[in-house]
């Protein structure tokens, strides 16, 4: 098969679940209620309580090339807060001087 084909079926199976995970009760979206009990029915937390971690466990079990793209771009942004840090750094002596204080306590 084809990737663009396999690509277009793809995301049209995501189209489909994310609609029929999303309906309407009184007015309210319910995508968000959906996602914490399928986190919470997988991973039975003892105290009852879903954790973050698990909703992530669970978005990447169903979901795992939405949450690589988030991961993605989260590295990104991290590594260009780090060369913007840096070239700041460089360019002006009063954060090489904050930076410097923060490296010596």
């Known amino acids: 098969m084809n990737q ?6 793809q995301k049209e199976n995501l189209e489909q679940v994310m609609v029929e995970s999303i309906q309407e009760q009184n007015g309210h979206l319910t ?3 959906t996602i914490i009990q399928t986190a ?3 991973h039975n937390p003892k105290n009852g309580e879903v954790t ?3 909703i992530v466990q669970t978005l ?6 939405i949450v690589l793209a988030i991961a993605e771009e989260n590295y990104l942004k991290g590594f260009e807060e780090g060369v913007n840090a ?3 750094y460089n360019e002006d002596p009063r954060a090489q ?3 410097d204080d923060m490296r010596n306590e």
């Open 97 to 99: 001087q904050v930076l």
């Open 60 to 65: 990447a079990e169903d979901f795992p090339e």
């Open 52 to 54: 973050v971690d698990m």
């Open 4 to 9: 663009e084909i396999l690509d277009e079926l």
């Open 86 to 88: 840096d070239e700041m």
């Open 31 to 33: 995508l968000r209620n």
């Open 40 to 42: 919470g029915e997988r």
